[in-house]
């Protein structure tokens, strides 16, 4: 204990080495029996120089503390409220973004697969809406195939022929609600494609050529 | 090695989140800051109420102090600052009004009587003055001339030995024991 009195007495001149000095402030900061003693040396010096107030109060360091503390308490506090209202704010908001988004992109895709034109020729994109060519199916149509399918059939009332080169359906164009049903399909398989743009609808149409 | 290096690295690490570290230097210039605040501000409890709001403002400040100055000189400001404000909410007409900062260590302040609200305190800030006199008086010669050339006249170790013509090592010891018997008598009446 002699030996730390010592170092804080130093300390206090300020005559010590570096490496000296920061060791000795370091354990200064540990200890507060220590720091208790250099408070104590610094009031032999102010008492020696008329520097010592009327009044001591002799919990003055405390109570600044306890105010800075205060002070940081409230800061962090308002910190984290308006980080917290923010963050809230944006979690309720993604999935209603998300939703809104995706309602978005149905009602789209309705609307242009009502109202797109198909072009001879053209090729298919990966993001494409419901690419089918309408000539081919004008072809498939009048073409006389002669197809064999299961008894069981999504098309109801479509008429198949069994051929030679394995199965194919043979789409009858007019029959009755074929075209909700081709619709409702679209709509059904109406996927989302990962791009770089987010969400984009695409639907896999199978396809029905008469070629394979 | 030149003065207030401890106060600079007690900065240094209050800056870098250690509050102990202004711990340390609020006790070391807290009745400085008092006597300075008590030049513009009669009351003794709105005086400590300025003191402690001129470091909590220190402290909120420090990340600004870049050490061109003295950090004693920087708190000075602030503490002048922060008493000078007070008074000018409180619309008081006052000399210490238009007291420049920098006259205002040398200022007499408003006369009249001071407002203790403790007077336990008064009581005892008076015995530890007696005691420690008392304990300086009782000293052995050589320690008592060493440590008044250190504390009151302010010279270095290297001067002290010069007029003391003894080891610098001597200086030291002997500055230690004076203060260490006059801390025997001391701490009793603090703990």
Redesign the interface.
Known sequence: M?DD??KI????????SDYF??KA?DD??DDVNQ???????????????H????????G??Q???S???Q?ETLMELDMGQKKAHSTWRWEFLKPLAGMAVAASVAIVSITLWQSVSFTPGSSASDVSFASVEQQKIEQLVNRPIQVAVPASTSLGNAKLNRINKGMHWKVIRDAPGLERKLNAYLINHTEYSKSMQGLIPQARVAGYGAEK | MGTNLLDAELVKRTQEGDSKAFDILVQKYQHKVINLVGRFVNDHSECQDIAQDSFVKAYRAIGNFRGESQFYTWLYRIAANTAKNYLASRSRKSPAYTVEVEDAEHFEGESGLKEYTTPENLMLTEEIKKTIFKAIEALPEDLKSAITLREIEGLSYEEIADVMDCPIGTVRSRIFRARDSIDKELRPLLE
């Open positions: 002699n009195k010592q007495s130093h300390l206090l001149d300020e005559y010590s000095e920061k402030i200064l900061l720091q208790y003693c250099l408070s104590r040396y610094q009031m032999i010096g102010q008492a020696m120089r520097e010592l107030p009327d009044e001591i109060n002799t003055f360091s109570e600044v503390m105010k800075i503390r002070t």
